[in-house]
């Protein structure tokens, strides 16, 4: 009897999207420069709700389970003639990549799309993914999401809100983008997204919604007004009054950064706190502006997220390219929050191969050792991963990867206390 592979069975996609497995190679999964073969042990069956995308302008990188060695497989070795492509998964919210897709360009190969491209296989009749779970809870899980329930809350809240801007906003975000927090908000559960900045301080290179023409297209469009403070408590107070431990989050994908309008969003947290104490009000920033964010949690702010790609200078700076802010200031923003009491939480971009390069690893450990947050949610980064890399290692040098389990078990161990998921949580959590 022949014996199986120790490896998952590489999937490839033809010129047509159709993807199919490759019987006599294995899946390889990318850790930065580093590539290997897929174990079933370093993966999970895909996450409900995952997306398998094909590359096109690449070619797979495959493992050749015959002569053992790994292969960039520009055409099909059972077809010949028949190009075929990379297969790579846009996991499920909750899920950490541990390695991204393994490929090589093509010469007209372009930027990728805003997602993240895991490495994926199939083995006994199923997919698997390479990642870890890091958030069992189902908030954005989209079984929980059925279209007629959203479509009535969407209803439901034409009612009640009839003249309010930022609600016809979330129709759109709900029904036309597909946004899993605006879907919430019409289902009435979990976590609502207050947009409220149309301008942003900082030029993202995976800003979901505002690219300079001509580089990659935006995933959505971003708010074009700035709500009132009422109409902001309106939303708030409409989720708050209705979910029991809800929560509502400025900052989202589909605006700027909130601390630029701070003053209207300082004005609207005084409305919901002058009716209610119970809800969590959460802001999501880039962090900028310190003495905006001390207004912000004077008036009644509970939580604060800051997305960070890296907690050195000049990783972050080629990421986020600020206008007008520095570093420091994102530093004086978190123990700000963390001296004033909100909870503090970092949104931690991770892209294998640079997440979990040796340097990534030593000045995370000494960030949180030095800024005691409470919580690192741990997202994939949405940018093309063989793009980011270059730039990463032009910003400051990467030594190898340590792998993102290792990273993980490593930022555990040295802060036992540190909490670890994915998603903002409400105040009883806090």
Same mark, same amino acid.
């Given at each position: 009897?022949?014996?199986?592979?120790?490896?998952?069975?590489?999937? =490839?996609?033809?010129?047509?999207? $159709?993807?199919?497995?490759?019987?006599?190679?294995?899946?390889?999964?990318?850790?930065?420069?580093?590539?290997?073969?897929?174990?079933?042990?370093?993966?999970?069956?895909?996450?409900?709700? %995952?997306?398998?995308?094909?590359?096109?302008?690449?070619?797979?990188?495959? @493992?050749?389970?015959?002569? !053992?060695?790994?292969?960039?497989?520009?055409?099909?070795?059972?077809?010949?003639?028949?190009?075929?492509?990379?297969?790579?998964?846009?996991?499920?919210?909750?899920?950490?990549?541990?390695?991204?897709?393994?490929? $090589? $360009?093509?010469?007209?190969?372009? +930027?990728?799309?805003?997602?993240? @491209?895991?490495? =994926?296989? #199939?083995?006994?009749?199923? +997919?698997?993914?390479?990642?870890?779970?890091?958030?069992?809870?189902? &908030?954005?899980?989209?079984?929980?999401?059925?279209?007629? !329930?959203?479509?009535?809350?969407? !209803?439901?809240? &034409?009612?009640?809100?009839?003249?309010?801007?930022?609600?016809?906003?979330?129709?759109?975000?709900?029904?036309?983008?597909?946004?899993?927090? *605006?879907?919430? +908000?019409?289902?009435?559960?979990?976590?609502?997204?207050?947009?409220?900045?149309?301008?942003?301080?900082?030029?993202?290179?995976?800003?979901?919604?505002?690219?300079?023409? *001509?580089?990659?297209?935006?995933?959505?469009?971003?708010?074009?007004?700035?709500?009132?403070?009422?109409?902001?408590?309106?939303?708030?107070?409409?989720?708050?009054?209705?979910?029991?431990?809800?929560?509502?989050?400025?900052?989202?994908?589909?605006? *700027?950064?909130?601390?630029?309008?701070?003053?209207?969003?300082?004005?609207?947290?005084?409305?919901?706190?002058?009716?209610?104490?119970?809800?969590?009000?959460?802001?999501?920033?880039?962090?900028?502006?310190?003495?905006?964010?001390?207004?912000?949690? $004077?008036?009644?702010?509970?939580?604060?997220?800051? %997305?960070?790609?890296?907690?050195?200078?000049?990783?972050?700076?080629?990421?986020?390219?600020?206008?007008?802010?520095? #570093?420091?200031?994102?530093?004086?923003? =978190?123990?700000?929050?963390?001296?004033?009491?909100?909870?503090?939480?970092?949104?931690?971009?991770?892209?294998?191969?640079?997440?979990?390069?040796?340097?990534?690893?030593?000045?995370?450990?000494?960030?949180?050792?030095?800024?005691?947050?409470?919580?690192?949610? #741990?997202?994939?980064?949405?940018?093309?991963?063989?793009? @980011?890399?270059?730039?990463?290692?032009?910003?400051?040098?990467?030594?190898?990867?340590? *792998?993102?389990?290792?990273? +993980?078990?490593?930022?555990? &161990?040295?802060?036992?206390?540190?909490?670890?998921?994915?998603?903002?949580?409400?105040?009883?959590?806090?």
């Amino acid at each position: 009897m022949k014996k199986a592979s120790p490896f998952l069975t590489a999937v =490839v996609a033809n010129a047509a999207g $159709e993807i199919f497995d490759l019987a006599g190679y294995a899946a390889v999964g990318a850790d930065g420069p580093l590539q290997a073969p897929l174990a079933p042990d370093q993966t999970l069956n895909l996450p409900h709700g %995952s997306e398998l995308m094909f590359l096109p302008d690449r070619v797979p990188v495959v @493992y050749d389970l015959g002569r !053992k060695r790994l292969q960039a497989l520009p055409e099909n070795p059972y077809v010949p003639g028949e190009a075929i492509f990379p297969v790579a998964a846009f996991n499920s919210p909750g899920y950490m990549l541990t390695h991204a897709c393994a490929y $090589e $360009e093509r010469p007209q190969a372009g +930027f990728l799309p805003l997602f993240s @491209y895991g490495a =994926v296989g #199939w083995q006994r009749g199923k +997919f698997r993914s390479a990642v870890i779970q890091v958030d069992a809870e189902p &908030r954005q899980d989209l079984r929980q999401m059925p279209l007629d !329930k959203i479509k009535a809350g969407v !209803k439901r809240m &034409r009612r009640q809100l009839p003249d309010n801007r930022l609600r016809a906003h979330l129709e759109k975000c709900a029904l036309t983008y597909g946004c899993p927090a *605006g879907k919430n +908000f019409f289902l009435g559960r979990y976590e609502a997204p207050l947009p409220a900045s149309p301008a942003c301080n900082a030029r993202c290179l995976g800003c979901i919604s505002q690219q300079s023409e *001509g580089t990659m297209p935006c995933s959505q469009e971003r708010i074009a007004f700035t709500p009132s403070p009422e109409e902001i408590a309106g939303v708030a107070l409409a989720h708050i009054q209705r979910v029991p431990d809800g929560v509502v989050s400025f900052g989202q994908g589909c605006e *700027g950064d909130p601390l630029m309008v701070a003053d209207t969003l300082c004005d609207a947290i005084r409305l919901i706190r002058a009716q209610t104490r119970q809800g969590t009000i959460n802001m999501n920033t880039n962090g900028s502006l310190p003495d905006k964010m001390a207004a912000l949690i $004077e008036a009644g702010l509970d939580s604060v997220r800051i %997305s960070l790609n890296s907690v050195r200078q000049p990783c972050y700076e080629a990421y986020y390219r600020p206008k007008g802010y520095a #570093w420091q200031d994102v530093l004086a923003t =978190v123990d700000l929050a963390l001296g004033r009491g909100a909870h503090v939480a970092i949104n931690y971009l991770n892209c294998p191969g640079f997440t979990d390069a040796p340097e990534e690893r030593d000045a995370l450990l000494a960030f949180v050792q030095t800024h005691p947050i409470q919580m690192i949610q #741990w997202r994939n980064l949405n940018f093309d991963p063989l793009r @980011y890399l270059a730039i990463m290692n032009q910003a400051a040098p990467q030594s190898r990867p340590l *792998g993102v389990q290792a990273l +993980f078990r490593e930022v555990g &161990r040295a802060f036992p206390g540190l909490h670890h998921g994915y998603f903002n949580p409400p105040r009883k959590k806090l």
